[in-house]
Nanobody
Framework: QVQFVESGGGLVQPGGSLRLSCAPS????????MGWYRQAPGKQRELVGI???????NYSDSVKGRFSISTDNAKNQMYLQMNSLNPKDTAVYYC???????????WGQGTQVAVSS
């Protein structure tokens, strides 16, 4: 089955930026709902934002105006541009994919983002 791999995480200072990528192991449907989620230590996994193949994009209030989701359909990749990072953004970030025609969801393994001075 298809697998998704996140990359781009790391340690960054407050106010800095990171760009995460999410790539599938094989070709995927071009009709989809994809999203970024994050889980901080001791907390539940929460939605960061979603993007659909029809162009709908929504963000959680905590990242609105700072984070930006995009896709490169030619490369089957999804990105999360994170700006103005603060320590509260420290978490493992996961991507999720679901084809519009299926209820099956696929999760990546996660990439760690740490914001600290």
């Amino acid at each position: 089955q298809v697998q998704f791999v996140e990359s781009g995480g790391g340690l960054v200072q407050p106010g800095g930026s990171l760009r995460l990528s999410c790539a599938p192991s094989e070709s995927i449907s071009r009709f989809y709902v994809m999203g970024w989620y994050r889980q901080a230590p001791g907390k539940q996994r929460e939605l960061v934002g979603i993007i659909t193949s029809s162009g709908l994009i929504n963000y959680s209030d905590s990242v609105k105006g700072r984070f930006s989701i995009s896709t490169d359909n030619a490369k089957n990749q999804m990105y999360l541009q994170m700006n103005s990072l603060n320590p509260k953004d420290t978490a493992v970030y996961y991507c999720k994919y679901r084809s519009t025609y299926s209820a099956v969801e696929y999760w990546g393994q996660g990439t760690q983002v740490a914001v600290s001075s």
